[in-house]
DNA sequence: ATTTGGATCGGT
DNA sequence: CCGATCCAAATT
């Protein structure tokens, strides 16, 4: 028998240059899929956060257009991939028309299938699908990094402020961090501790954590 | 040339 | 809260 035709999965470049939250949120629950060529790593994508330069200051284009920021500058539907902290990296989608420096923070996987470890977290994430600075710059309609339609029902969306930008004044309050609400898979929600004894519903926080 | 502090994380 | 650990960007 013939295989059923499927409706297109990764979405189209337009997908990528409409409103940079928008798009932030229908990220959630879209996968994201990593070819090497020996072995496929994939996520469902369960938090986000939006970073719209150069007038948010917690943008890494606030500071202008450098070789680091350069391709949040270019093309939408593209890899940012910076490092962090002397140890970690971290990988945006980037958004928006060419020349305006938007992008979108993956910061947690639900793991689907490939990864080994835990990818709550941004710097985990990457860890977690095999991502580094070699990244940067590659187009996420390739096939080695790619994104598609989740599928199932639609997740329930929870927002808040972005976590770790204390630093950029009013604009740390802006609720420009989207979530799959209840997921275990979003950062700072601890591995619940097996035995489901009652799976007794702790009170989910929003792990909306605080920094100064 | 040197300093500062960061879109993090795990342990305490 | 704290330290690990490297780099980009700002400052001298």
């Known amino acids: 028998m013939k295989p059923r035709a499927r409706p297109p999965r990764k979405p189209p470049r337009a997908f990528f240059e409409r409103s940079t939250l928008a798009i932030a ?10 070819d090497d060529g020996t072995r496929l790593r994939r996520g469902r994508i369960v938090e986000t956060e939006a970073y ?5 200051l917690a943008a890494h284009s606030s500071r202008g257009r450098t070789a680091r920021t350069e391709v949040m500058f270019g093309a939408p539907g593209h890899a940012y991939v ?23 923070l993956l910061r947690a996987l639900e793991p689907v299938a490939g990864l080994g470890e835990r990818a709550s977290g941004p710097g985990l994430l ?6 580094d600075r070699r990244f940067n710059g590659i187009d996420l309609l390739g096939d080695e990094l790619w994104l598609e339609a989740g599928h199932g029902a639609a997740p329930r969306l929870g927002r808040s402020a972005r976590i770790g930008v204390g630093y950029a004044g009013a604009w740390a ?7 799959e609400r209840g997921s275990p898979y979003v950062s700072g929600v601890r591995p619940r501790a097996r035995s489901a004894a009652g799976a007794g519903r702790a009170p989910l926080r929003n792990n909306a954590r605080a920094r100064t």
Do not use: E
């Open 173 to 179: 309050l802006k609720r420009w961090r989207f979530f």
């Open 52 to 56: 719209q330069g150069p007038r948010d």
């Open 25 to 34: 949120r229908d990220l959630i629950g879209m996968h994201l899929v990593h």
């Open 126 to 131: 990457c860890r977690a699908m095999g991502i």
């Open 82 to 104: 910076y490092f962090i902290y002397g140890f970690w990296n971290c990988l945006n989608v980037v958004t928006g028309a060419a020349g305006v420096p938007h992008a979108v």
